[in-house]
């Protein structure tokens, strides 16, 4: 069983900067991609950033150039995903959940906030 737990959300002014982290332990030989998805106020949960065991990344629109999506599996007993967000707006303020996606099925984080602010 997979388990993920994210950190490093927060608050920030518009034009900053934060960098996510969540950690994947328990089964991570499965796992084939994990990313970041979002969830506004009122709003469905979407797709920020993936990125494959192979290194291929995956952006939504409105996040290409600001956010880079990172991964880190030298570890073979845990592999961390991190999400730099450069240039944020205040329209970046959600839930951010990690996701982890394996032959098992899909694995969610708790959340963590970001909120973006003038």
């Known amino acids: 069983q997979v388990q993920l737990v994210e950190s490093g959300g927060g608050s920030v002014q518009a034009g900053g900067s934060l960098r996510l982290a969540c950690v994947a332990s328990g089964g991570i030989f499965n796992i084939l991609s994990m990313g970041w998805y979002r969830q506004a106020p009122g709003n469905q949960r979407e797709l920020v950033a993936t990125i494959t065991s192979t290194g291929s990344t995956n952006y939504k629109d409105s996040v290409k150039g600001r956010f880079t999506i990172a991964r880190d599996a030298r570890d073979n007993a845990k592999s961390t995903v991190y999400l730099q967000m450069n240039s944020l707006k205040l329209e970046d303020t959600a839930v951010y959940y990690c996701?982890?996606?394996?032959?098992?099925?899909?694995?969610w984080g708790q959340g963590t906030q970001v909120t973006v602010s003038l």
């Open positions: 996701w982890a996606g394996s032959w098992r099925g899909a694995y």
